[in-house]
T-cell receptor
Framework: GAVVSQHPSWVICKSGTSVKIECRSL??????MFWYRQFPKQSLMLMAT?????????EQGVEKDKFLINHASLTLSTLTVTSAHPEDSSFYIC????????????FGPGTRLTVL | GNSVTQMEGPVTLSEEAFLTINCTYT??????LFWYVQYPGEGLQLLLK?????DKGSNKGFEATYRKETTSFHLEKGSVQVSDSAVYFC???????????FGSGTRLQVQP
């Protein structure tokens, strides 16, 4: 299957700093990418849908100014957690959907963010 | 609303045992149903899917049947192996939505 990478795989930062997480589709172009957040022993919660060349669509309750999403190319979407706080500590997972694919999504391995 | 409920884990089985992981869902339309598997240190991988009622998805010895009348999509395998140890997520995509709704995941531990 297709490969999606995330970088970094883990990051530790101080409260108040910003952290950028990259999601790349390595062998296909993705017009749509999704960002999920996963708390320990809980489900993946959709945060936003990232559309190449346009603004992301955020789920209800997700702060746009807190979680900045940029999908500048067909193979890269970035999630920036701005002014991070300890409650932002979580596992962030992206997925990418190839064009013309309705049922197929490929997931990255996730990024664990710890805010001190 | 949309939700997916799956049995809590961990599920611990001996090798060659029969596996069932229950999954039920609520949806407003006619969803597609999925099982994803996450092996340690890896991303979620699609295990199987079913797109309409009575469809059976199957892969690697795993099966799940789309039961509209009971809104269920239970995962089964007749004989598990140690290599099946992973976290299994049930998910659906409701009509008109692009994103998936996931269950909370069930950790399976298979002992030799």
């Amino acid at each position: 299957g297709a490969v999606v990478s995330q970088h970094p795989s883990w990051v530790i930062c101080k409260s108040g700093t910003s952290v950028k997480i990259e999601c790349r589709s390595l062998d296909f172009q993705a017009t749509t990418m999704f960002w999920y957040r996963q708390f320990p022993k809980q489900s993946l919660m959709l945060m936003a849908t990232s559309n190449e060349g346009s603004k992301a669509t955020y789920e209800q309750g997700v702060e746009k100014d807190k979680f900045l999403i940029n999908h500048a190319s067909l193979t890269l979407s970035t999630l920036t957690v701005t002014s991070a706080h300890p409650e932002d500590s979580s596992f962030y997972i992206c997925s990418a959907r190839p064009p013309l694919s309705y049922n197929e999504q490929f997931f990255g391995p996730g990024t664990r963010l710890t805010v001190l | 609303g949309n939700s997916v409920t799956q049995m809590e884990g961990p599920v611990t089985l001996s090798e060659e045992a029969f596996l069932t992981i229950n999954c039920t869902y609520t949806a407003t339309g006619y969803p597609s149903l999925f099982w994803y598997v996450q092996y340690p240190g890896e991303g979620l991988q699609l295990l199987l899917k079913a797109t309409k009622a009575d469809d059976k998805g199957s892969n690697k010895g795993f099966e799940a049947t789309y039961r509209k009348e009971t809104t269920s999509f239970h995962l089964e395998k007749g004989s598990v192996q140690v290599s099946d140890s992973a976290v299994y997520f049930c998910a659906h995509r409701d009509t008109g939505r692009r994103a998936l709704t996931f269950g909370s995941g069930t950790r399976l531990q298979v002992q030799p």
